[in-house]
T-cell receptor, first 113, second 113 residues
């Protein structure tokens, strides 16, 4: 099976812009979670989508949003970018039940100037 | 915010020696634990997991030990190789309405050839 894929891999934006990141889960996986990884804060949970519905949310401002499509692909959007949004954004997928391992994609490296 | 684990330490090990990476978790209700390995420029990669009804689990060259009394998790890598150099994260899964996964800050393992 193909692994989790994320596009784009690298992105440079300026403050105030918005950005959309994409994630394609492993085939058959219905749960997609997004994480932000920075040197200072580590891996922080943004949100999880399952069957096109957000079922879990972390402590991020409303500028961070997401959605999931019927084929389980997911997008994450960040509006009004700030310098502090520079990070590696990771998505992870799993079948969708409990006590399942998440499998991560390679991440999108976002740099905000 | 919530976190698993200690401050990000660095562990240097001679090639061929055994490595032990430690992690403290925060929630007594956590019922599933996972170790991930993250190499530079890549997403976290699943190594091994353990459920709370176990205290030890072995994989290929890796062993995870769980001590629920003191809320401690460890990853042992036998005969450490240069390819084991990476950041290692422990994660705890808390089953509330849906699974919530919290990652530790990570440990950087450096293998000296």
């Amino acid at each position: 099976k193909a692994g989790v894929t994320q596009t784009p891999r690298y992105l440079i934006k300026t403050r105030g812009q918005q950005v959309t990141l994409s994630c394609s889960p492993i085939s058959g996986h219905r749960s997609v979670s997004w994480y932000q990884q920075t040197p200072g804060q580590g891996l922080q949970f943004l949100f999880e989508y399952f069957s096109e519905t957000q079922r879990n949310k972390g402590n991020f401002p409303g500028r961070f949003s997401g959605r999931q499509f019927s084929n389980s692909r997911s997008e994450m959007n960040v509006s009004t970018l700030e310098l502090g949004d520079s990070a590696l954004y990771l998505c992870a997928s799993k079948p969708g039940g409990s006590l399942e391992t998440q499998y991560f994609g390679p991440g999108t490296r976002l740099l905000v100037l | 915010g919530e976190s698993v684990g200690l401050h990000l330490p660095t562990l240097s090990v001679q090639e061929g020696d055994n490595s032990i990476i430690n992690c403290a978790y925060s929630n007594s209700a956590s019922d599933y634990f996972i170790w991930y390995k993250q190499e530079s420029g890549k997403g976290p990669q699943f190594i091994i997991d353990i459920r709370s009804n176990m205290d030890k689990r072995q994989g290929q060259r890796v062993t995870v030990l769980l001590n629920k009394t003191v809320k401690h998790l460890s990853l042992q890598i036998a005969a450490t190789q240069p390819g084991d150099s990476a950041v290692y994260f422990c994660a705890e899964n808390i089953r509330t309405s849906y699974d919530k996964v919290i990652f530790g800050p990570g440990t950087s393992l450096s293998v000296i050839p």
